[in-house]
């Protein structure tokens, strides 16, 4: 064995450092594409986060500039900019409720309905549309064996939802309407809004 060592060492060594750096090479690349998806997220989350409270804020200030007639200002109710959170993701939901047994099922549906959730998702299908709502299948998962979430999207909010591919990421806040456990589970989801990733086909309409 050392004789070997000795007479293949002038191509052992170069070709032991050689495996060191292709190793060091690929290493520092997936951690620089962990590190960039992770930004991307989360510079989509405080976008996402920012739109809604635009949004709330909007209906906060139209509330407050047509007040009933017979309401004295001081008793005109502020509404409150609603609390997204992102957890518990869509696999701990269902995950929740297998671990409850029947009779604490129900009390578990109603703590998870009250939560409002933002996910990011990927699209999957458009199930059904008419001229004012399209009806959603969205995977938790990238690779597409993810809980599934179904919502229903307002075309006229949302029209570019129609040009959404197989896999393309979407941000949806909102509150839980349902959950099945079945499979690998389904979630649906009352959407009040909706945000693109920055590649979205819809992004190139305008």
Same mark, same amino acid.
């Given at each position: ?17 050689? @495996?060191?750096?292709? &190793?060091? !090479? !690929? ?23 920012? +739109? ?17 007639? $017979? ?30 047994? @029947? ?19 990927? &699209? ?5 549309? +008419? ?13 597409? &064996? ?5 919502? $229903?999207? @307002? ?8 040009? @959404?591919?197989?896999? +393309? ?10 959950? +099945? ?10 959407? $009040?809004?909706?945000?693109?990733? $920055? ?8």
């Amino acid at each position: 064995m050392l004789n070997w060592l000795t007479t293949h060492k002038r191509w052992l060594i170069p070709t032991g450092l050689a @495996s060191i750096l292709i &190793f060091m !090479f !690929f290493s520092v690349t997936l951690h620089l594409q962990h590190r960039r998806q992770q930004v991307q997220e989360e510079a989509m989350a405080v976008k996402v986060a920012a +739109d809604i409270a635009e949004r709330a804020a909007q209906k906060t200030q139209k509330t407050a500039d047509s007040p009933p007639a $017979d309401l004295p200002p001081e008793m005109i109710p502020e509404k409150e900019i609603p609390l997204y959170v992102r957890q518990p993701s869509p696999s701990e939901v269902t995950g929740r409720i297998e671990g409850t047994d @029947s009779y604490g099922r129900k009390a578990e549906e109603d703590k998870l309905k009250a939560l409002q959730i933002v996910w990011p998702l990927y &699209f999957f299908s458009i199930m059904k549309r +008419d001229q004012e709502t399209a009806r959603v299948m969205l995977d938790a998962s990238e690779n597409g &064996f993810g809980v599934i979430v179904v919502t $229903d999207i @307002s075309l006229k909010k949302y029209p570019g939802i129609l040009s @959404s591919r197989p896999g +393309d990421r979407i941000w949806l806040a909102g509150r839980i309407s349902a959950i +099945d456990t079945q499979a690998t589970g389904q979630i649906g989801l009352v959407t $009040d809004y909706l945000g693109f990733a $920055d590649n979205h086909p819809s992004h190139n309409e305008n």
